[in-house]
């Protein structure tokens, strides 16, 4: 496994703690986050596949931003800001499905995604 597929503890910003493994890119960090359970084994599977094909999916994260900024054209501009934080693989029914949630630097709301094999959808912020 390379080392970009290694999962192991890690801190986020200095203070939450996860499990899984953590990106390094030349213009960003990417939390790839797992949660420890019985279905670890798939997620780190699906995770995986994230990690080792980050520069794919973070070109298809751009083009999943523009189509939505193209489908809600007052929340473009916001839309466009949003650089991705973490892809967190926590969800009891489906190992593959991970939750991705976006940098606070980036935007002044939360917003979030779903992404499920190499496809995102369900682009939302928190009010």
């Known amino acids: ?21 953590v ?22 599977l699906a995770a995986l596949e994230v990690v080792e094909h980050i520069e794919e999916v ?9 189509a939505e900024a193209m489908r809600r054209p007052d929340d473009a501009d916001a839309i ?15 190992p593959r499905f991970a939750e991705v949630s976006f940098t606070e630097a980036s935007s002044d709301d939360v917003w979030f995604c779903a992404f499920k094999d190499g496809r995102f959808f369900d682009l939302d912020e928190e009010t």
């Not at 970009?4 to 499990?19: C, H, I, L, T």
């Not at 973070?58 to 523009?66: D, G, H, N, P, S």
């Open 80 to 94: 466009g800001r949003l650089v991705v934080e973490t892809f967190a693989f926590f969800a009891k029914k489906d």
């Open 1 to 21: 496994m390379s080392e970009r597929g290694r999962f192991a503890p890690f801190v986020r910003r200095g203070e939450s703690q996860g499990y899984g493994a």
């Open 58 to 66: 973070l070109a298809a994260l751009e083009r999943f931003k523009a």
């Open 23 to 44: 990106v390094e890119l030349p213009s960003q960090r990417v939390y790839v986050e797992l949660v420890e359970d019985a279905r670890q084994g798939e997620r780190q």
